[in-house]
């Protein structure tokens, strides 16, 4: 199972508020959410906002947070009308989410690490 910010659970049968069997996902899908995940996560911990596993430490750099988010926005723009309604919902919500928390950390006073 995975589980990042409580806007996407994957476990065998089940993709957040979605069954497995009504989505219809292919293994390209499965594999679209995992690319998905790969940018979110890294845009959250260049916010800060998750602990980098290789430190163990709270990280932050906006320069790549945006990078990651910016990724995000380009296989969006990429892929436009090629997603199922499902996947395009999904990658939307954690474009949303990390604008906002993006928008958040850049109104923040700099941290001194």
Known sequence: ?????????IEKNHVGLFPLKSLCMT????????????????????MGKLKNPVTDKVERDLSQAKQSIDMLEM?????HNNLSPELLRTLEHALTE????YVDETNKQPTTT
């Open 1 to 9: 199972m995975i589980f990042l910010n409580g806007w996407l659970n």
């Open 27 to 46: 293994g390209n899908d499965e594999l679209f959410i995992q690319l998905m995940l790969i940018f979110h996560q890294n845009a959250m911990m260049a």
């Open 75 to 79: 296989i969006k723009e990429k892929t």
């Open 98 to 101: 990390l604008r906002l928390n």
